[in-house]
């Protein structure tokens, strides 16, 4: 079993900064590519950033320039700096991973439980 468990979230004032954590823990793993999503309840969850193990990163045009998607091999962790932080980047986010488990195995996605950024005017 794979977990991942996310962190780092908290209220800041618009124009602050936050660094969110997303920790593997559990079986190991081979790294395909690491997403990061948010969702404001009664919406549908937006894709936010991407990283893949081809060293591609991705962002949505609503955070490039301010976000910044990365990944600690040692630390089995990834996170996602968040500057010039917006009202309207105030939402559940959520880091998503896809590995294998395995030579034999499927390739799998893993989520973590969210946590919640919010961004005073």
């Known amino acids: 079993q794979v977990q991942l468990v996310e962190s780092g979230g908290g209220s800041v004032q618009s124009g602050g900064s936050l660094r969110l954590s997303c920790a593997a823990s559990g079986s190991a793993f081979s790294f395909i590519s690491m997403g990061w999503h948010r969702q404001v309840p009664g919406k549908q969850r937006e894709w936010v950033a991407s990283?893949?193990?081809?060293?591609?990163?991705t962002y949505a045009d609503s955070v490039k320039g301010r976000f910044t998607i990365s990944r600690d091999n040692d630390k089995n962790t990834g996170y996602l700096q968040m500057n010039s932080l917006k009202p309207e980047d105030t939402a559940v986010y959520y880091c998503?991973?896809?590995?294998?488990?395995?030579?034999?195995?499927?390739?799998?996605?893993?989520w973590g439980q969210g946590t919640q950024v919010t961004v005073a005017s």
């Open positions: 990283i893949t193990s081809g060293g591609r990163f």
């Open positions: 998503n991973v896809w590995g294998r488990q395995g030579l034999l195995a499927k390739v799998d996605a893993y």
